[in-house]
């Protein structure tokens, strides 16, 4: 049986920026402080957090949205969640909104908790520094 996360955030800053937080190698390795392979082209391979999590890229609609196929490196082979950002905003403020489908049960709270703290959190002290 598979679960799903939903979360929202919301942050002080364009969503052109935000979108490029995430979507961006350089920026998000700045923000999560470990490497990122982020290509724009659907179909290719990601990489974040070092090597981490990897995937591959399914959508990219600039500061709209972005789709993944998703998975810790140490999932077995072949065993892909879905993760869609939603971007909404104008120039001053944004909301993204994360779900992420296709999550074992036993392993939910745990990537729920590491969005917070490895995503959310970083990314509003990475925003906070200018």
Same mark, same amino acid.
């Given at each position: 049986? $598979?679960?799903? #996360?939903?979360?929202?955030? !919301?942050?002080?800053? $364009?969503?052109?920026? /935000?979108?490029?937080? #995430?979507?961006?190698? &350089? &920026?998000?390795?700045? @923000?999560?402080?470990? =490497?990122?392979? #982020?290509? /724009? &082209? =659907?179909?290719?391979? @990601?990489?974040? %957090?070092?090597?981490?999590?990897?995937?591959?890229?399914?959508?990219?609609?600039? !500061?709209?949205?972005?789709?993944?196929? *998703?998975?810790? /490196?140490?999932? =077995?082979?072949?065993?892909?969640?879905?993760?869609?950002?939603? @971007?909404?905003?104008?120039?001053?403020?944004?909301? #993204?909104?994360?779900?992420?489908?296709?999550?074992?049960?036993?392993?939910?709270? %745990?990537?729920? &908790?590491? *969005?917070?703290?490895?995503? *959310? !959190?970083?990314?509003?002290?990475?925003?906070?520094?200018?």
């Amino acid at each position: 049986m $598979s679960t799903a #996360i939903s979360q929202t955030v !919301n942050f002080d800053v $364009s969503v052109d920026r /935000a979108y490029r937080a #995430i979507a961006d190698s &350089e &920026e998000h390795s700045a @923000f999560t402080g470990a =490497p990122a392979v #982020i290509p /724009a &082209e =659907p179909g290719a391979a @990601f990489s974040t %957090h070092g090597g981490a999590i990897e995937g591959l890229m399914l959508e990219m609609t600039a !500061n709209q949205r972005i789709v993944q196929a *998703w998975r810790p /490196a140490d999932w =077995p082979e072949g065993d892909y969640s879905v993760v869609r950002y939603d @971007f909404e905003g104008d120039d001053a403020a944004v909301q #993204i909104t994360l779900t992420h489908t296709g999550l074992p049960e036993e392993g939910t709270a %745990h990537i729920a &908790e590491g *969005w917070e703290q490895m995503y *959310w !959190n970083p990314l509003g002290e990475y925003f906070a520094k200018g």
